[in-house]
């Protein structure tokens, strides 16, 4: 199954879009302590092959995803997608400055574009708590569909905590 790919305007989803955070997300993400050691740490559980295809949902900035790309290394591909156009824009001029083969689409989990089976691994790094129950529960069913036999699925992400003293 391939699913249709609207034009890029036209992609919806039903969990939250930050559009408006942009211009600003790869200073905001270290300041908080989202950094490159996060993402690396999120990488080294990944475990990620030589030459394996991966695709990271909810991809942002495309700097986790540019960062799989560099371990997957020249046989490897890497595509970042996300609902928002504006955080796509600015992954693919970051990619094109850096010199990066690094894919990126707009597209949501909940759809994603790609035909069965074809890719070995899939990242989602602080994106899943933004979407609803039902779209979540679609969009595992829609990165279950993409992943080839035996491929990886590696999440990092946060909940609410279930001590009120943690908030």
Not at 67 to 93: F, Q, Y
Request: glycine letters at 10%; charged letters at 20%.
């Amino acid at each position: 199954i391939v699913r249709p790919q609207p034009a890029e305007s036209d992609v919806t989803s039903c969990g939250m879009t930050m559009n408006w955070a942009a211009p600003f997300y790869d200073l905001y993400c270290p300041a908080v302590g989202l950094g490159r050691g996060f993402r690396t740490q999120t990488l080294r559980h990944a475990a990620i092959r030589p030459g394996e295809r991966i695709l990271d949902v909810g991809c942002g900035t495309g700097v986790l995803t540019r960062m799989a790309l560099d371990v997957a290394g020249a046989a490897g591909s890497a595509t970042g997608i996300d609902p928002a156009s504006k955080m796509i824009h600015v992954a693919r001029e970051t990619a094109a400055r850096l010199g990066s083969r690094a894919e990126f689409k707009v597209a949501a989990i909940e759809g994603l574009p790609f035909t069965d089976a074809s890719f070995d691994l899939v990242l989602s790094s602080l994106m899943l708590h933004h979407l609803p129950p039902d779209t979540k529960r679609q969009g595992l069913a829609e990165v279950y569909r993409v992943l080839k036999p035996g491929g990886r699925f590696v999440i990092a992400d946060f909940a609410p905590p279930t001590n009120p003293l943690w908030w």
